[in-house]
């Protein structure tokens, strides 16, 4: 069976085996199979359906991971103001988690050497897991990493002041 996502995405999915081939495409679209014989054709699931079949392990996945991009000011660890009202968002998504695995990684834009900007990047990173720990955070399940310069969202030449490339990501899952 094909669910959508928690953003409502459907996806596709192949299911195959020696005697044929099948394409999912539809949410809660479902085929069965067996040995030996192709998939059954498709057969689109009622919610009530779904949840007899599959109830149980559905209840049994894990959430779906959250992501967060907040921005800094330039050459700084401070946050903008849109971003810093995002700080609160990030900490109450945490705290929703059993067992929360947080990772923080910083970027920066391309002014300023490869160096300085990894070290920069790591500090911005820092900055908000130190937020993320006093607002109650256990310090053990964060991951604080740094790309500087290496991994920009908005593609520009070397000593480009970008603002969307100043920024940490936090996933938390």
Not at 43 to 62: H, K, M, N, W, Y
Not at 79 to 95: A, C, G, M, N
Not at 96 to 109: A, E, F, K, M, S
Not at 119 to 140: K, P
């Amino acid at each position: 069976m094909l669910l959508p996502d928690d953003g409502g995405t459907v996806g596709r999915a192949v299911v195959s085996n020696p005697a044929g081939t099948l394409d999912l495409t539809d949410a809660r679209g479902a085929t069965r199979v067996a040995q030996g014989q192709a998939p059954t054709p498709v057969q689109i699931l009622s919610e009530r359906e779904t949840q007899e079949i599959f109830g149980d392990a559905l209840a049994a996945l894990p959430q779906s991971p959250q992501y967060f991009t907040l921005f800094f000011r330039f050459e700084s660890e401070e946050l903008t103001d849109e971003s810093r009202k995002l700080v609160l968002d990030v900490i109450q998504t945490i705290r929703n988690r059993q067992v929360p695995d947080v990772i923080v990684l910083g970027h920066t834009d391309t002014t300023g050497t490869a160096a300085s900007n990894f070290t920069l990047g790591l500090q911005r990173a820092n900055m908000l897991r130190a937020l993320l720990i006093a607002a109650g955070l256990d310090a053990s399940a964060i991951q604080v990493l740094s790309s500087g310069e290496s991994d920009l969202l908005v593609r520009t030449a070397d000593d480009v002041f970008e603002p969307k490339n100043r920024r940490v990501e936090i996933s938390v899952r």
